[in-house]
């Protein structure tokens, strides 16, 4: 579905302004955003609105859509420039009543590389003036922590059988995730918990579209003029109060179990975007990232594209990698629709943004929460385990809440 079409001719234009400060300050009600650190953007309104339940179909659209547009800029081929479409994807769309969209917004404050722009996009020409500065938006009042598809103890059990199924032989890793429901006694405003996010977990990648707001480390699929990346996550140790890091990280990078999971992830990435890069480079061990809450295995892999492969068509031959689905893909997407017992949305689906050359980021959407677009007091969280022969169950779970702490925290507006 398209909003606000229009028919005249649509424009774009993009100028050179002074650093606007906290990028956070401009998200208006409804609003997104894609921030990493001091860089990113907010999108501002929208022009355009595509919901899809395919990526393909979004892919299309969008080269049609942005080939439309006129194009003025003062900054020519800066990547992030010029009129973008910002978006959500669902993990698995045939096992979901959530929806896929893109959205093309009217106007981006983005920061990038030191410099700052503002690009407008309108069906009459576009004078680029600075947008208005929100207050912070209130965290939360009280906020209760709910069940929610499953029990703890229904969700371990069903664990239990995932790896009943891998010891038969019929996949080798399967990930599996749980939901918490967050209540609150007042609206939540995920702007709030963005900021919170952005702050606290300014390496992660975090993004607000929708209602759907979170913090995640891993990027699926990054294009900047046909140099490729991919940030590949799996294999994770809480980190812990008086434990040192160094020695947690000595224990995750010679766990074998923690290992395997790793490999296996690394291995899907290397084969779906195998076949559309060359000169790919994937590091034979991985390294150890740490983050507030817990330190993961990670490989970082790249190669160069094609330029008519926008980062959308890798996104979506990325998707979903053994770090959020498992191996094989179809028989564990399979054993996660029976046994998960839960609607993941948006969770673990491609989350970012194209531009009108194809150049973008999509990360994977991790660390998140789905605002209940009925009922704005309650939001859901997500948090998944890969899980192979070797998983404990009780272990997994401590990892799903770990994985919860900065959702939890944000959301609590906690220092
Ligand atoms: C599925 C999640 O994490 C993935 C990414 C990093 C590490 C993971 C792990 O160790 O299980 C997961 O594969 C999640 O955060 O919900």
């Known amino acids: 579905m398209i909003v606000n079409p229009g028919s005249s001719r649509l424009h774009a234009a993009t100028v050179r302004i002074d650093d606007p400060g906290p990028l956070t300050d401009y998200i208006g009600p409804g609003d997104a955003a894609f921030l990493h650190g001091n860089e990113g953007f907010v999108a501002i309104?929208?022009?355009?609105?595509?919901?899809?339940?395919s990526m393909c179909a979004a892919e299309e659209w969008w080269a049609e859509f942005?080939?439309?547009?006129?194009?003025?800029?003062?900054?020519?081929?800066?990547?992030?420039?010029?009129?973008?479409?910002?978006?959500?994807?669902?993990?698995?769309?045939?096992?979901?009543?959530?929806?896929?969209?893109?959205?093309?917004?009217?106007?981006?404050?983005?920061?990038?590389?030191?410099?700052?722009?503002?690009?407008?996009?309108?069906?009459?020409?576009?004078?680029p003036e600075p947008p208005d500065r929100y207050e912070p938006p209130a965290a939360p009042g009280k906020l209760q922590f709910l069940p929610g598809s499953l029990s703890e103890q229904d969700w371990m059990a069903n664990l239990r059988q995932v790896t009943d199924h891998i010891r038969a032989g019929e996949a080798s890793k399967v990930v599996?995730?749980?939901?918490?429901?967050?209540?609150?006694?007042?609206?939540?405003?995920?702007?709030?918990?963005?900021?919170?996010?952005?702050?606290?977990?300014?390496?992660?990648?975090?993004y607000l579209v929708d209602g759907f707001v979170g913090s995640t480390p891993e990027m699926l699929v990054r294009r900047e003029e046909g140099l490729t990346c991919?940030?590949?996550?799996?294999?994770?140790?809480?980190?812990?109060?008086?434990v040192d890091d160094a020695q947690q990280a000595a224990r995750l990078i010679s766990s074998t179990k923690d290992l395997d999971e790793h490999r296996l992830a690394v291995m899907s990435v290397r084969q779906s975007l195998g076949e559309y890069l060359s000169g790919m480079h994937v590091p034979e061990s991985p390294y150890v990232l740490t983050l507030p809450n817990v330190l993961h295995l990670a490989t970082d892999i790249c190669g160069i594209s094609q330029?008519?492969?926008?980062?959308?068509?890798?996104?979506?031959?990325?998707?979903?990698?053994?770090?959020?689905c498992g191996v094989s893909t179809d028989v564990a997407r399979q054993l996660i629709r029976d046994l998960e017992h839960l609607d993941r949305g948006r969770f673990a689906g491609p989350v970012g943004w194209v531009d009108a050359q194809g150049d973008?980021?999509?990360?994977?959407?991790?660390?998140?929460?789905?605002?209940?677009?009925?009922d704005p007091t309650r939001m859901r969280l997500f948090a998944g385990v890969g899980v192979v022969e070797r998983s404990d169950p009780w272990a997994e779970l401590v990892e799903t809440e770990a994985k919860m702490v900065p959702m939890k925290a944000a959301l609590r507006g906690l220092d």
């Not at 918490?180 to 390496?203: E, K």
């Not at 330029?307 to 959020?324: D, E, F, G, M, Y």
Request: hydrophobic share 40%.
């Open 66 to 127: 942005s080939g439309t547009i006129e194009n003025e800029s003062e900054m020519p081929g800066r990547f992030g420039t010029g009129p973008l479409a910002i978006g959500t994807f669902c993990f698995d769309p045939d096992n979901t009543r959530s929806t896929s969209l893109l959205i093309v917004p009217k106007t981006v404050i983005g920061r990038r590389g030191g410099q700052a722009w503002l690009t407008q996009i309108g069906f009459d020409r576009v004078s």
């Open 307 to 324: 330029p008519w492969l926008s980062t959308l068509a890798l996104a979506q031959a990325a998707h979903p990698s053994a770090a959020v």
């Open 176 to 206: 599996l995730a749980r939901d918490v429901v967050a209540q609150a006694d007042g609206p939540i405003d995920p702007r709030s918990t963005l900021r919170w996010l952005a702050s606290a977990y300014g390496s992660c990648w975090n």
């Open 360 to 374: 973008g980021e999509w990360a994977i959407a991790l660390r998140c929460g789905q605002l209940d677009p009925a």
């Open 230 to 242: 991919s940030r590949v996550l799996a294999g994770t140790i809480p980190r812990v109060e008086g």
């Open 45 to 53: 309104g929208q022009v355009a609105r595509f919901e899809t339940d």
